[in-house]
């Protein structure tokens, strides 16, 4: 019965832990002002006011202070957007090549690991790559003007092309 009564006591006391605590009125709003919401034992960086969808101040290695080298936050914003958009279309191009086989005009690519496949148009055709890496270029001189030009005039948000109907 002794156990018991031990058990129930610790647990009675590692649950009033949790328990929300009882608040007499004030809120020390001068500390709170200054603190992360999402690291609330660090405090939040000054670019970070909430003003951006998701932006809690998460900024544990402190990229949005970092304007010294060149890079500003709309930057940053610019380079977030633009690599989840590549990520998603090169998740879409492993399952197309996975489940339908290599593309019209790339039969030459048979091998299962897509890097040996890469190679093997290489071999075969490095037109294909130097195509490829002529349009990369191509769309990464667009994507750059249009990123300064934005952060400049402050008239586009970052990622936005005005492709949207």
Same mark, same amino acid.
């Given at each position: 019965?002794? @156990?018991?009564?031990?058990?129930? %006591?610790?647990?009675?006391? !590692?649950?009033?832990?949790?328990?929300? !605590?009882?608040?007499?009125?004030?809120?020390? %709003?001068?500390?709170?002002?200054? @603190?992360?919401?999402?690291?609330?034992?660090?405090?939040?960086?000054? &670019? &970070?006011?909430?003003?951006?969808?998701?932006?809690?101040?998460?900024?544990?290695?402190?990229?949005?202070?970092?304007?010294? #080298?060149?890079?500003?936050? +709309? /930057?940053?914003?610019?380079?977030?957007? @633009?690599?989840?958009?590549?990520?998603?279309?090169?998740?879409?191009?492993? &399952?197309?090549? $996975?489940?339908?086989?290599?593309?019209?005009?790339?039969?030459?690519?048979?091998? @299962?690991?897509?890097?040996?496949?890469? /190679?093997? #148009? /290489?071999?075969?055709?490095?037109? +294909?790559?130097?195509?490829?890496? #002529?349009?990369? %270029? #191509?769309? $990464?001189?667009? !994507?750059?003007?249009?990123? %300064? !030009?934005?952060?400049?005039?402050?008239?586009?948000?970052?990622?936005?092309?005005? &492709?949207?109907?």
């Amino acid at each position: 019965m002794m @156990k018991i009564a031990a058990l129930a %006591t610790l647990l009675a006391g !590692s649950v009033s832990a949790f328990a929300p !605590s009882i608040n007499n009125g004030r809120v020390n %709003t001068a500390i709170a002002a200054e @603190k992360s919401q999402a690291l609330p034992f660090m405090n939040r960086p000054a &670019l &970070l006011d909430g003003s951006m969808a998701g932006d809690v101040g998460f900024d544990p290695l402190g990229l949005s202070n970092i304007d010294d #080298i060149g890079i500003d936050l +709309y /930057w940053l914003r610019e380079a977030e957007v @633009k690599h989840a958009r590549v990520a998603m279309l090169a998740v879409i191009g492993i &399952l197309q090549v $996975e489940i339908f086989g290599p593309a019209p005009g790339c039969e030459m690519a048979t091998d @299962k690991c897509q890097m040996d496949a890469f /190679w093997q #148009i /290489w071999g075969a055709h490095p037109q +294909y790559i130097a195509f490829a890496l #002529i349009m990369i %270029t #191509i769309t $990464e001189m667009f !994507s750059g003007i249009a990123a %300064t !030009s934005g952060r400049e005039s402050g008239e586009r948000a970052p990622g936005d092309f005005g &492709l949207d109907p």
